[in-house]
């Protein structure tokens, strides 16, 4: 079975520039993820997805930030304009297993903002 | 507030036995499940703990009690591949949404 799969996996941007990273999900996974990791630290969710549509997004900035999921299986993150301090990794991840609550992640974007 | 509190970094030697420590304010979340994450690699999901209790599986443990407020994972027979940052992480009921805790980076020396 095919993992997470994401791009790119490494973008070096400059600040006020727009930069956007795609998810494919493991198949048949209904329910997708985005995360920010940030250096040092646990993964933060941004946005959670259930078919194409948002179940929870309270912890996504709205204001530079934007993800969709037209057709309930591929997913964007973007950032416009991006700001230094959004330099981290940003991970997909797809489907909880009921029994479990594991998810699945990708491999990450290492975003740099300079 | 939600938050999982772990310590920042745990060194051990190889074969040695090494527990890495969650302790938690929150009430109301299903399980306490802990993922390994190499440098530069995605998190990897390695137990989890629905009820109170010790689950093995292979040379790792995880325990839960809930009236403590704490979990741990157990490494044993600790290899250098173990070298990695540990999480733990809950779901809670209120939000279905899986927080993170501040994460334990372990270093296996020869």
């Known amino acids: 079975e095919a993992g997470v799969a994401q791009s790119p996996r490494y973008k070096i941007i400059e600040k006020r520039q727009s930069v956007a990273f795609w998810c494919n999900p493991i198949s048949g996974h209904a329910t997708l993820y985005w995360y920010q990791q940030i250096l040092g630290q646990g993964p933060k969710l941004l946005i959670q997805f259930q078919n194409n549509g948002v179940v929870d997004d309270s912890q996504l900035p709205k204001d530079r930030f934007s993800a969709e999921r037209l057709k309930g299986v591929d997913s964007t993150l973007k950032i416009q304009p991006a700001k230094l301090e959004d330099s981290a990794v940003y991970l997909c991840?797809?489907?909880?297993?009921?029994?479990?609550?594991?998810?699945?992640f990708g491999p990450g974007t290492r975003l740099t903002v300079l | 507030g939600q938050s999982l509190e772990q310590p920042s970094e745990v060194t051990a030697v190889e074969g040695a036995i090494v527990q890495i420590n969650c302790t938690y304010q929150t009430s109301g979340f299903y399980g306490l499940s802990w993922y390994q994450q190499h440098d530069g690699g995605a998190p990897t999901f390695l137990s989890y703990?629905?009820?109170?209790g010790l689950e093995e599986t292979g040379r790792f443990s995880s325990f839960l009690s809930r009236s403590d407020s704490y979990g741990y994972l157990l490494l044993q027979e600790l290899q250098m591949k173990d070298s990695a940052s540990y999480f733990c992480a809950v779901l809670f009921y209120n939000t279905d949404k899986l927080i993170f805790g501040t994460g334990t980076r372990l270093q296996v020396f020869p």
């Open positions: 703990n629905a009820l109170d």
């Open positions: 991840a797809s489907e909880r297993d009921r029994v479990t609550d594991t998810q699945y």
